[in-house]
C-alpha cells in the first residue's frame, strides 16, 4: 500500500483566497483524521471521521474551515476565506477499527502559507 | 476535553546518555497513551504505546511508564544514538482509542 496520499505538497496562496486540501486514506482504514502543525500549538486535531461520518469537528477553528469525506477513499479540508494565520501544515492521518495496534498512519502533510 | 501537557519543549543529551520526556493528562477516563516521533521533514510515526492496564513497557531502547494515580506518564530512551534526535509527541486517548490528544512536543537532539 502507499500509505497515506495527501495533495498539495506545498501551497502558497493570498489571503482571502480558497485553499482546497485533499487526502486519501489507506484502503480499508475506517477512521480519517485532520490535523494542524505550528510550532505554537503543535499537533490539533480538527476533525474526524469513521465510515465517513463526521464524528467530532469540535477542533474546527471557525466557519471558514470544512471537510468532507464523500467516500472512503477520499477526503478534502477546505478553507474560506484564507488567513495569513491559517499558515501551517495540515496532516491527514487514517486508523483501522480492530487493528493489532491503535496507530494512526500520517500522511506526509501539506504545507500552506498564506501571504 | 482532555489536555495533555508535555516537558521539557527541548532536550539535549550526549550520545550514549538517557533520555527522559514527561507528560500528564486531565481526563482520568484515559487509558490510552502513545508516543509519536517525528523527523524532521517528516511525519509522526507511532513508536511505542500503552494501556492503563500496564505500568510499564519496554521495546529495545525505549520504554514507557505510567502512573495513573498521578495521571502522568513518560518516555525513557536509552543508549541515545544520533538517529533519536527527532520531535516526541505523547498522547491520550479513551474509549475505542482512535481519537487521541496529543502533547505539545519535545526536541530531542542527540549530540555525537
Known amino acids: 500500500d502507499a500509505g497515506v496520499i495527501q495533495s498539495p505538497r506545498h501551497e502558497v496562496t493570498e489571503m482571502g483566497q480558497e485553499v482546497t486540501l485533499r487526502c486519501k486514506p489507506i484502503?480499508?482504514?475506517?477512521?480519517l483524521f485532520w490535523y494542524r502543525q505550528t510550532m505554537m500549538r503543535g499537533l490539533e486535531l480538527l476533525i474526524y471521521f469513521n465510515n465517513n461520518v463526521p464524528i467530532d469537528d469540535s477542533g474546527m477553528p471557525e466557519d471558514r474551515f470544512s471537510a468532507k469525506m464523500p467516500n472512503a477513499s477520499f477526503s478534502t479540508l477546505k478553507i474560506q476565506p484564507s488567513e495569513p494565520r491559517d499558515s501551517a501544515v495540515y496532516f491527514c492521518?487514517?486508523?483501522?477499527?480492530?487493528?493489532?495496534?491503535?496507530?494512526?498512519?500520517f500522511g506526509p502533510g501539506t504545507r500552506l502559507t498564506v501571504t | 476535553g482532555e489536555n495533555v501537557e508535555q516537558h521539557p519543549s527541548t532536550l539535549s543529551v550526549q550520545e550514549g546518555d538517557s533520555a527522559v520526556i514527561k507528560c500528564t493528562y486531565s481526563?482520568?477516563?484515559?487509558?490510552?497513551f502513545p508516543w509519536y516521533k517525528q523527523e524532521l521533514g517528516k511525519r509522526p510515526q507511532l513508536i511505542i504505546d500503552i494501556r492503563s492496564n500496564v505500568g510499564e513497557k519496554k521495546d529495545q531502547r525505549i520504554a514507557v511508564t505510567l502512573n495513573k494515580t498521578a495521571k502522568h506518564f513518560s518516555l525513557h530512551i536509552t543508549e541515545t544514538q544520533p538517529e533519536d534526535s527527532a520531535v516526541y509527541f505523547c498522547?491520550?486517548?479513551?474509549?475505542?482509542?482512535?481519537?487521541?490528544?496529543f502533547g505539545t512536543g519535545t526536541k530531542l537532539q542527540v549530540i555525537p
Open positions: 481526563d482520568s477516563a484515559s487509558n490510552y
Open positions: 498522547a491520550a486517548g479513551s474509549g475505542g482509542y482512535q481519537k487521541v490528544t
Open positions: 484502503s480499508g482504514h475506517d477512521y
Open positions: 492521518a487514517s486508523s483501522l477499527t480492530g487493528a493489532v495496534r491503535y496507530e494512526q498512519y
